[in-house]
């Protein structure tokens, strides 16, 4: 009988253990990395997200920022749908005009399950490393005034110190000034973040 209990015991710290959900810091040491698998899906979009201007001249800012942490992660219902909220520094300013020197909230669609055995992630997209500069495409949602990056293009690494001689911020610079013709842009939303926000209603 104690033999039993013993082995019994045993199944419960191992189920126990298989299942515990990761801690804040654990997760943001994973996020950018390939210790846990993917699992893409496609996501239908209204612009052609492979053409850079396009994916512009959609969003309402675009700029460089160094990320500087992890916040949390949102689910919908389905538990497999995560928004990964990011503290992010921005450097630079390619389209529209975001504070600078101080951590601002980015949310990225995509991260880690809510059973946090994977990560979930539209296909061609990445998940920003804590510590690493990326090019950032971003709308903002309107209901919470956050500033949004979803699908592919919307993030892209930086890989030199200067950004004048980085190849993604001179693509995103140049595609910047441009303008889509076949893309309704509409009304821009401030975001809070913004330099004149508050001040006035569009830019």
Known sequence: MRKIIVVLLSFLLLFCGCSKKLGADEIAKLLGTDKLPYNYYCASFIIDETNLVDVTTYVDYVFVGKVTGYDKTE???DGESPKTYYKVEVED??????????EIVLVKSGGITEDHK???LCYDDILPKIGERYVFCAYVM???NELYCFGPNTVCKVEKTDLMEDAAYLRYTEASKKTAQDIFEGKHIVS???VKY??????
Do not use: M
């Not at 300013?93 to 101080?102: A, R, S, V």
């Not at 508050?198 to 830019?203: G, I």
């Open 75 to 77: 689910y919908d219902e």
């Open 93 to 102: 300013n390619i389209k529209g005009e975001l504070i600078k020197n101080q």
């Open 118 to 120: 994977k990560f979930s």
């Open 142 to 144: 309107e209901y919470i």
């Open 192 to 194: 809070r973040y913004d």
């Open 198 to 203: 508050n001040t006035k209603s569009n830019f």
